[in-house]
């Protein structure tokens, strides 16, 4: 893949490994969810990196290459707060927050933080409580976590036989390899399970909707529209309808993909490059009158 490049920021909660789909201008920042890999949003940064759009992604602490910091690190917010000062060390305020999963729970957290460093929002399949029935191969994903297998195809086999991707797809062959490290007996995902169980402790125990009501930027909910499971839902309807009663500027979009594959889907490059490429609010006023 050319044009990316990878580099490592300090921040205050440790180092996170940053991968920089280039473009320029305005920085989209790219939050991958609970046990993902910067590499998610590849797709996603091939088709809206422009000379005036310039898209990063990232590991989460405890995921892909960035440090495994100490238990009692982790939680929505710790992580929001690495966003934060990823978006200041690149000079990027205000910056496109777009999310996945529980990245997207991170993105409304940032956004409650520090709202003026947040120009806009995206929440990829990612909104309030998930339904049961899609849980089942969520946990599935997740028990590959520590496990050794005697070779990465071995890995992806495992991965394949879930069924939720196709990892013959050379984005989704790229984002698994990428996750695994050499160690003895075979290869095993960097993702840190320590790291991930007590983001699902923080989300067992906070509320998903309380991040909503200090929303104010303008927001796209993109919907994944194949079911996971048993015909469960990541976004309910329920959660997507009350969403956008109270969000005072927000809308959805319906892609046809599954909760893991909307992230690396044409359609869901084309809504989220027409979002971010609209001028208004949460744009400074010299660009609106420059450009609008």
Sequence with gaps: MTGVTEHDLEVTGGRLRVRDHGGSGRLALCVPGLSANATSFDLLGERIATPERHVVSLDLRGRGFSEVTPPGTYGWPSHA?????????LDGAPADLVGHSMGAYVVMAAAGIDGGAVRRIVLVDGLGQPEA?????????????????????????????????????????????????????????????????EDVQWGADHGQRDLWARITQPTLLVCARRPLGDG?????????????????????????????????????????????????????????????
């Design 81 to 89: 707060r690495d966003l934060l000062d990823v978006v200041r060390r």
């Design 133 to 197: 029935a899609a849980l089942p191969p969520i946990v599935a994903g997740l028990q590959r976590l520590g496990a050794v297998y005697p070779s990465a195809d071995d890995y992806l086999e495992r991965v394949r036989a879930i069924g939720v991707v196709d990892t013959n797809n050379r984005y989704w062959d790229r984002y698994y390899r990428y996750d695994l490290e050499p160690v003895d007996g075979g290869v095993r995902s960097r993702t840190n399970p320590g790291a991930v169980m």
């Design 232 to 292: 469960g839902f990541i976004v309910s309807a329920e959660d997507r309808a009350e969403f956008l009663r109270s969000a005072p500027d927000a809308r959805a979009v319906d892609v046809d993909a599954n909760h893991y594959t909307v992230v690396a889907t044409d359609a869901t490059a084309r809504h989220v490059a027409e979002f971010l490429d609209e001028l208004g609010h949460g744009d400074p006023p010299q660009l609106r009158s420059q450009l609008g």
